[in-house]
T-cell receptor, first 113, second 115 residues
Framework: KQEVTQIPAALSVPEGENLVLNCSFT??????LQWFRQDPGKGLTSLLLIQSSQREQTSGRLNASLDKSSGRSTLYIAASQPGDSATYLCAVRQGNSGYALNFGKGTSLLVTP | DADVTQTPRNRITKTGKRIMLECSQTKGHDRMYWYRQDPGLGLRLIYY???????NKGEISDGYSVSRQAQAKFSLSLESAIPNQTALYFCATSVGLAGVAGELFFGEGSRLTVL
């Protein structure tokens, strides 16, 4: 069974810092990996989707990388802002489970002014 | 208007009651999913549907049933609610691309409390 782990569970940084969130998965046979943002009590907002054939995706200040062979993905946030405070979730899609997503438990990020 | 709409957004009910959570989408996606989120456990898949005639159990389907009434509508039912079904429930959609599902889009969630 695919296990998805996110480290750290919580992170607090001052505004302006660059930061990296980590996601690891145990089964490298994935179709894609998706990063989400979740604000308290809200739904999940898709940030980036990386297909298994891709190494990275970028959107604005966000950059996500994928190393399928080592079972790792990182989400890089440049020049963090207080508005980036949220929980960040990664999820991997397997082919042998009906293409369902397996989620990590998230990293709770607080960016202080 | 949201692309993926869930109703109700909040519901408090009693043990043994039947509850239905509804999801509708305007994205035109063929695939729909129901997840639940619990503190410390993350999101877990309950059921998913790849089209109107295709329903599949997820990781934690016991105690739940679903109905795909149309491509745009996917409802989740708790036939006899119990307190450990208290959770935040999410509906999600995606488009299938040559057998590989694409990006997932989520609704705002339905918070269910079973007393």
């Amino acid at each position: 069974k695919q296990e998805v782990t996110q480290i750290p569970a919580a992170l607090s940084v001052p505004e302006g810092e660059n930061l990296v969130l980590n996601c690891s998965f145990t089964d490298s046979a994935i179709y894609n990996l998706q990063w989400f943002r979740q604000d308290p009590g809200k739904g999940l907002t898709s940030l980036l989707l990386i297909q298994s054939s891709q190494r990275e995706q970028t959107s604005g200040r966000l950059n996500a990388s994928l190393d399928k062979s080592s079972g790792r993905s990182t989400l890089y946030i440049a020049a963090s802002q207080p508005g980036d405070s949220a929980t960040y979730l990664c999820a991997v899609r397997q082919g042998n489970s009906g293409y369902a997503l397996n989620f990590g438990k998230g990293t709770s990020l607080l960016v202080t002014p | 208007d949201a692309d993926v709409t869930q109703t109700p957004r909040n519901r408090i009910t009693k043990t043994g009651k039947r509850i239905m959570l509804e999801c509708s989408q305007t994205k035109g996606h063929d695939r729909m999913y129901w997840y639940r989120q619990d503190p410390g456990l993350g999101l877990r898949l309950i059921y998913y549907s790849f089209d109107v005639k295709d329903i599949n159990k997820g990781e934690i389907s016991d105690g739940y049933s679903v109905s795909r009434q149309a491509q745009a509508k996917f409802s989740l039912s708790l036939e006899s609610a119990i307190p450990n079904q208290t959770a935040l429930y999410f509906c999600a959609t995606s488009v299938g691309l040559a057998g590989v599902a694409g990006e997932l889009f989520f609704g705002e969630g339905s918070r269910l409390t079973v007393l």
